[in-house]
């Protein structure tokens, strides 16, 4: 199960910080990644990060601007937004997966656990 939380209304420069609590035992194993969905738009990849190696992926649209962190003791994983854009309004959704062919990483198909997500508003 997955919870994430931390969503809200920021201007645009702000900041504002996405946390996902995981009840899965193994925690670390997992891959675990941020997609966002805005409205009337598919859901997209903004980032992932690996178990163990911790290593890290972005999406063009938020590299530089987004960083992606984990806990792996703590079983949560955190999403760090910067410089928002109110092209940025979505709601965000938290991912888990246990086997990820990295050149699927960026795919929702790939993830086998979601949250419920959470809304970003950046207002102009």
């Known amino acids: 199960q997955l919870q994430a939380y931390g969503g809200g209304l920021v201007q645009t420069g702000g900041s504002l910080r996405l946390s996902c609590a995981s009840s899965?035992?193994?925690?670390?194993?997992?891959?675990m990644a941020w997609f966002r969905q805005a409205p009337g738009k598919e859901r997209e990849f903004v980032a992932a990060?690996?178990?163990?190696?911790?290593?890290?992926y972005y999406s063009d649209s938020v590299e530089g601007r987004f960083g992606i962190s984990r806990d792996n003791a703590k079983n949560t994983v955190s999403l760090s937004m910067n410089s928002l854009e109110p092209e940025d309004t979505a709601v965000y959704y938290c991912?888990?997966?246990?086997?990820?062919?990295?050149?699927?990483?960026?795919?929702?198909?790939?993830?086998?656990?979601w949250g419920q997500g959470t809304l970003v508003t950046v207002s102009s």
């Open positions: 899965a035992r193994a925690f670390s194993n997992y891959y």
């Open positions: 991912a888990a997966g246990s086997t990820i062919i990295i050149s699927t990483i960026r795919s929702a198909s790939a993830y086998q656990y």
């Open positions: 990060m690996s178990g163990r190696t911790r290593r890290t």
